[in-house]
């Protein structure tokens, strides 16, 4: 069984064919990277499985996407419960202008969750698990503004951890960090797999081919390849795909 | 010519212009400062005009003043940031929201004279309400509420879209997500527009002529039906058609002095504001 499955999807932004017949399956604490140049729709395939896609005036969505066999697109889906379990880090780090405390804690207060004791619990684990807290424990009240942008990025993954997500979508989470701030995100990458199922898209070839179990290579709106990752890095089957992470094009 | 003696000439251009404005900003306050000085004084301040308004203080038409800013603000701040939040955050792109930007931006064009006229007839006549500070203040709330409708979209226009995203992302609806993280951005700026507003409605004349402004009447309002006497009013009353002018020109400076002072006051109150909430948003 998959934890995420997408069945012959199609995604158009008013006429544009964004997403050509996608077809594609995830299996639960894996790592997927999804790859290809600027424009080809991976972000939008991300998007897709949270459905933050529908803010967007004049999509259309055609196919299946499954996310622990349930039709996410089907009617009577709460889009709040189905963002509770699929939680989203951006490009760039965007806290909001609050406490790091009151950043974590979001989640869980519009989510209806009121016990102080709990949320305090949540908070103090997720910074634990986005592996920031022996950096913050003591400025908790403090404006997560004051972080420097690799901590910032690092609060945002915590905030969508607190909820407890089971699926974690990330979009280029670490293009806008220096390198030893995306050292420290690939490795949480790597420990956040054992609790969730991860979906990372990058620019990033050699990020891709460090932290992904699976990678799927994008290009214009199809999935030209998806395969282990050693394969895809090492014995591409598709010469698109071989031209890509070679670096010919892109 | 060389382009660095074209960049002197130009900055130097720059320079002037904006001088000049400075300049005369400090003129017209210099000459109010000078001429109104005088005349204030707490007594000036804090007691009724006397004698066919030669003498005594405009107690009553600060007071006034102040009913018509509080009332005004009352009626067009809710109605307008919450208009402003409907189109900026909620209307879909298309006709009916184009529609009433349009209205919005031809509103605010309407002279004020206008807005006075149509006061008077819906709000003295039609509604019975008279020449009250209820009308008046309505009235003046018609004339701001464009402003506070704009002033409200371009705040939440400065809102990153960065934040409403995260905010959907963690299951976050859509009033959620305007109140908890996108208004307390926007806040520091709608506060800013609203004192800028009241800087307007304190020095507007021509929306209160026909609704609500006494031109003597030395004593406070007791209730929202009553007429009042306003600085500006005041002011136009004492250059033009007092009883005395001659004897009463010192105490219209007095009064433009007092109003300019008033004006001045939101201003500084606004910036002051702004900065203070900007910080504390970070907090939160």
Redesign the interface.
Known sequence: MYKIESKNVNLFYGDHHALKDISLQMKANTVTALIGPSGCGKSTYLRLLNRMNDLIDNVRIEGEVLIDNKDIYARGIKIDELRKKVGMVFQKPNPFPKTIYENVAYGLRVNGVSNKNYIEERVTRSLQNAALWEEVKDKLKKSAFELSGGQQQRLCIARALAIEPSILLMDEPASALDPLSTAKIEELIYELKDKYTIVIVTHNMQQAARVSDRTAFFYLGELIEFNDTKEIFTNPNNQRTQNYITGRFG | MNKRIKQQIAFWVLRIMSSLVVLFLVLILGFIITKGIGVISWKFLTTMPENGMTEGGIYPAIVGTFCLVGGSMLFAFPIGVMSGIFIHEYA??GFFKRFVQLMTNNLAGVPSIVFGLFGMSLFVNKLHFGDSILAGSLTLGLLVLPVVIRVTEEALKSV?D??R?????????KL?TIW??VL??ATPNIITGLILSIGRVSGETAPILFTVAAYYLPKLPTSIYDQVMALPYHLYVLSTSGTDIKASRDMAYGTALVLVMIVLLANLLANALRKYLGKK????
């Open positions: 879909p792109n990153s960065s934040f995203l995260a905010s959907y992302g963690l299951g976050a609806n959620q908890r993280v307390p951005i948003v970070k907090m939160n």
